[in-house]
């Protein structure tokens, strides 16, 4: 596995993933801030939470209705239990002291090798919802010097971070 991101370590049922302790607490903020977003936009519109259910059938508005009638609930909550697994992997190290000169250089959260999906998709969820309060649509159409966006790529390279351990998991498997 040598395209797996720097500071994990892969066994057998979990993956250490190296970050910085305020890493931890940034990435546990935006997961609660997610939840609530989601949590807030049932029964109200929202463009941003909208893009976590994309309609298949852009060109159909009646069967991308019955479609998203169907799925939008269940979708919402897969992410919701996706955002509560990684969550739950960080909750360890979230002191309730928010200290921003914690001393150590890095935490290794555990991720069970099974919940690594849930990992990606919430990763994913929060840079779409972001990017649609942005109104970024092409992830390379903004600024890389405008802080706004920082958040946004932060979480795009703990993302790439993730998949090539995924992809390193996947080849695993099936060189076995």
């Known amino acids: 596995m040598g395209d797996r991101a720097e500071g994990t370590a892969v066994t057998a049922r979990t993956i250490s993933f190296r970050l910085a302790p305020i890493e931890v607490q940034h990435l546990a903020a935006l997961i609660d801030q997610l939840t609530e977003v989601i949590a807030a936009a049932d029964g109200h ?39 509560a697994i990684v969550r739950g992997a960080l909750s360890p190290f979230l002191d309730g ?26 990763i994913t969820a929060l840079r ?34 993730l998949i090539a351990i995924a992809d390193g998991l996947d080849d695993a498997r099936d060189q076995a």
């Open 45 to 83: 519109p929202d463009p941003a939470v909208d893009r976590l259910v994309p309609a298949p059938y852009p060109d159909d508005p009646d069967a991308a209705e019955a479609f998203a009638a169907a799925t939008r609930d269940d979708l919402l909550d897969r992410r919701t239990a996706d955002a």
């Open 128 to 161: 779409l919802v972001i990017a649609g309060r942005l109104g970024i649509t092409i992830d390379d159409e903004h600024d890389l010097d405008d802080p706004r966006f920082g958040v946004y790529d932060w979480l795009a390279y703990r993302l790439d971070g």
């Open 97 to 122: 002291d928010d200290d921003p000169d914690d001393e150590r250089e890095h935490v290794d959260v555990a991720i069970r090798v099974v919940d690594i999906d849930s990992w990606l998709r919430t």
